[in-house]
C-alpha cells in the first residue's frame, strides 16, 4: 500500500541554522510533491509544489528537492527564524491524482 | 477574497446525534475535499466532491457519514447517530481544478467533540 513518511520526532534548531525536512514515499509514483505548513489550531497552507522532472524549487528562503530514484523530497528552511516553528506536511500526487495523501508531518521548533 | 470557510468551528454533540459540517470553498473553485485528522496524526482523505458530483468518497466510512456539494450552497458533510470515535478535526479544501499540479486551499476545520 501507498505510505508516506516524515521525521516522527519533533526537530529541534537553533535560529539562524538550516532545518531540512524529510519525506520518504513508497508504492508511489508521483508526478507531483506539495508541502505545506500547518500551525496549531489551523488548516494546513500550500507552500511549495516540485515536479518529477524537477530537481530542486525554491522560493524564499525555502528550497525542496525531489528525487525519484530514491523516492524522497527533502525540505530545507535556511535563516530559520522561530516564527518558522510549526508543523510541516508533505504530499506526493500521481499522474492524474487527486486524492492526495498527506503525511503526518514533521513539526519544527526553532529556538531564539 | 475570501478563503476557504468552515462553520462551524467547534461542534460539540453527544452521542447518537446528528453532526452537520458546512464548508463554502473559495470564490471560483468547484472541487472539494473533506479531511479527517486526529490529534498528533496527519490528515486522512475522506471524500473529494465535484460541484453536486461525488467523484471519490473511498476514504470516507460506508455507515453514517454522507458528504454533498450542491450547485448552490455550501458542501456539507454528514454524520449521522456519532460517536466517540468521530471526535476530530474536520478540514475541508477546495481547488480550481482537480488537484496535482494546484494547491489545495484549506478552511481552519471543524472540531468535533462527542460527549
Known amino acids: 500500500s501507498q505510505k508516506i513518511e516524515q521525521n516522527s520526532e519533533a526537530l529541534n534548531i537553533q535560529e539562524g541554522k538550516t532545518a531540512t525536512l524529510t519525506c520518504n514515499y513508497t508504492n508511489y509514483s508521483p508526478a507531483y510533491l506539495q508541502w505545506y505548513r500547518q500551525d496549531p489550531g489551523r488548516g494546513p497552507v500550500f507552500l511549495l509544489l516540485i515536479r518529477e522532472n524537477e530537481k530542486e524549487k525554491r522560493k524564499e528562503r525555502l528550497k525542496v528537492t525531489f528525487d525519484t530514484t530514491l523516492k524522497q523530497s527533502l525540505f530545507h528552511i535556511t535563516a530559520s527564524q522561530p516564527a518558522d516553528s510549526a508543523t510541516y506536511l508533505c504530499a506526493p500526487v500521481n499522474t492524474g491524482g487527486f486524492k492526495t495523501i498527506f503525511g503526518a508531518g514533521t513539526r519544527l521548533f526553532v529556538k531564539a | 477574497n475570501a478563503g476557504v470557510m468552515q462553520n462551524p468551528r467547534h461542534l460539540v454533540r453527544r452521542r447518537g446525534q446528528e453532526a452537520r459540517l458546512r464548508c463554502s470553498p473559495m470564490k471560483g473553485h468547484s472541487h472539494v475535499y473533506w479531511y479527517r485528522q486526529l490529534p498528533e496524526e496527519g490528515l486522512k482523505f475522506m471524500v473529494y466532491?465535484?460541484?453536486?458530483?461525488?467523484?471519490?468518497e473511498s476514504g470516507m466510512p460506508k455507515e453514517r457519514f454522507s458528504a454533498e456539494f450542491p450547485k448552490e450552497g455550501p458542501s456539507i458533510l454528514r454524520i449521522q447517530q456519532v460517536v466517540r470515535g468521530d471526535s476530530a478535526a474536520y478540514f475541508c479544501?477546495?481547488?480550481?481544478?482537480?488537484?496535482?499540479?494546484?494547491?489545495?486551499?484549506f478552511g481552519d476545520g471543524t472540531r468535533l467533540s462527542i460527549l
Open positions: 466532491l465535484q460541484k453536486e458530483n461525488i467523484i471519490d
Open positions: 479544501a477546495s481547488s480550481d481544478e482537480r488537484t496535482g499540479s494546484k494547491p489545495q486551499h
